[in-house]
Structure formats: C-alpha cells, structure tokens
C-alpha cells in the first residue's frame, strides 16, 4: 500500500501536532479521492487534538483535485477542482471523501477560499435557516468576528434582515462593519435588548451572553446556540421567556447532526455561487505552508487572528 504525509497527534512534539507517514486511503465505492491543495483551521478540532489520543487525524476542511472518483459512480470526475468535508483526517495529502460531501469549484473560487467554506460557511447557513424567511427582521450575531460570524453577518445581509454584530473587543469593529452589520454593540457583556427584541439570534458565546440573548429575543423567534466559548452555565428569566416572547425557543445547532437532514454538498454549492458571484467574501487571516499546522493551530486558539487560516499543501 502507498504512504502520504497526514497531520497527526503526536504528543511528544511542541503543539502535539505534526506531519507524519501514514497508508494511502482506500475509499468506500461512495468515496472519490481528492488530492488535497489547502485546508483550513477550526477550534473544535484543535480542541479536541489536545485531548486525543497519539495518532489521531484532526481535520475537517479541505480544497483539491479528484484524484481518483467514486467507483459507483457518484460525484465529480477526475480533474475537478473541489471542496470537501470530512468528520476527520482531513489534513492529508489524499483524503477518501464520500460523494455527498463534495462540490466542485467554479472557475472563479480558489482552493483557500473554498477551504475556508465547509465547517464556518456551512455553520452560518444552517444558522440562518432555522430563522426561516428572514426578509425584514433582525437577527443579532454573538462572537461575531470570528469564520462562522463574518459568513453569518454576509449571508444575513443578503437575505435582507437587518444585522446586528456583537464582538468583545473594538478594533475589529471596521472589519465587521464591511461585513455588513448595521450595527456593532461592543463589550465583553451583551446588554440586554427588551425594547426592540430580535427575531433570529445566532449565539456561539454562553454564559451572560446566552442569559441576554434568551432576554432579547422577540415572541416566536429563534435563538440559535451552536458555541459556548464564554461559559457553559447560564441563569436567565424562565417567566419572561416563556411569557414576553411567547413562541420564542432555543435551538441547539450541531453542525454534524444537520448535515444528516441535508448533505454537505448541498450546503456547498449554493456559498460556492454566492463566491464566486462576488456576493460572498471569505474573510482569511493567515496563510502558510501546512508544516506551520502547529503554530497556527496554538495561535487560533489564543485568538492570535479573528479569521480563517488556510494551509497550503505541499506537492
């Protein structure tokens, strides 16, 4: 069997992540083989790469070249530039990806920006959707100015709501602003909002934050809880909640379990014409070889940078 080069824990080296030999995937007949170009950077895999187990395979997000399609004959053909997602492993040279996970790129859209797209962009729509037509409401954005945030304020302001972005510190306030929030409320707290309540909250902070946004959300709205970064335990007014904004309810988003109701590919496509139309803009921090996978990775954590980082792959 051939050997590649993979991103794998290996808890003797600083950062615990580093490139390693390791066998050349062999797909499932539903799986095409992608050669991978850039990947990008996500906190939850890095998270869980502190904890893992030696030789665990982090990685979600990949951009490349079918190298070899799917045997039953499903998905792109050989050549195809694509995006693909993945539940791990995706930081490989040669990634086996199933079908329904793929898109193909158009002419316009890059491998790093595709890589940018599958974790945050596919986050921020599943988000958006559980507000439903959101044409003239508002929707309230925690955490903004990180991936997820920044396609959530673009994807919100393109489908004409009315957008509001939270962030803690000030200087990404321009950054966010032309993202297209129509509004920045800054601060390590969000306010309560009982006066002009909101229709769709996507909230990825926790603690006070959560208690303010479940305080702020309009009568049959929707917030939208796919974060916890700020705190896990939250106390909050049960009686305003279920009486002031009556029909109001709480959604916990993972993005794993929405990818069973609609496959990854699906989700792909439409960012991928919002790209390369210009509509969508992935916001990329860092670029850098994929053998800098350790640093970035420490980086992203200490929130050395507020946007994606992609990772070019060596031939």
């Known amino acids: 069997m051939g050997k590649i080069q993979a991103v794998v824990v290996d808890p003797s080296v600083p950062g615990r992540l580093a490139l390693h030999e390791v066998d050349l995937p062999t797909p499932a007949p539903n799986e095409a083989l992608i050669r991978v170009a850039a990947i990008s950077l996500n906190r939850g895999e890095i998270r869980r790469s502190i904890i893992a187990e030696a030789g665990w395979r982090p990685g979600w997000d990949l951009a490349g070249v079918i190298e070899t399609p799917a045997s039953d004959g499903s998905g792109p053909s050989a050549g195809t530039r694509v995006v693909g997602f993945v539940r791990a492993g995706g930081w490989a040279e040669v990634v086996a990806v199933p079908t329904n996970a793929i898109a193909a790129l158009p002419d316009a859209v890059s491998f790093a920006q595709a890589a940018t797209l599958p974790v945050a962009g596919l986050t921020a729509y599943h988000a958006l959707k559980q507000g439903g037509l959101l044409l003239g409401k508002s929707v309230l954005i925690t955490g903004a100015s990180g991936g997820v945030g920044n396609f959530a304020i673009q994807l919100a302001r393109l489908s004409g709501v009315e957008v509001i972005a939270h962030i803690r510190q000030p200087d990404q306030e321009d950054v966010i602003k032309t993202a297209g929030a129509h509004q920045v409320v800054i601060g390590t707290d969000l306010p309560l909002n009982h006066e002009s309540p909101y229709d ?26 796919f974060g916890t970064s700020g705190g896990t335990e939250v106390t909050f007014d049960a009686q305003r909640f279920y009486g002031v904004s009556s029909g109001a309810s709480l959604y916990a988003l993972i993005l794993f379990n929405e990818l069973k109701q609609e496959s990854a590919a699906v989700g792909l496509n439409r960012l991928l014409k919002l790209v390369a139309s210009g509509q969508l803009t992935p916001q990329i921090s860092v670029e850098a070889p994929w053998t800098e996978v350790a640093d970035l990775a420490q980086q992203l954590l200490d929130r050395r940078y507020p946007d994606k980082a992609v990772l070019h792959v060596a031939k």
Do not use: F
């Open 200 to 225: 769709l909250i996507l909230e990825s902070v926790g603690g006070k934050t959560l208690t303010a946004a479940l305080g702020s959300i309009a009568p049959d709205g929707v917030v939208v809880l």
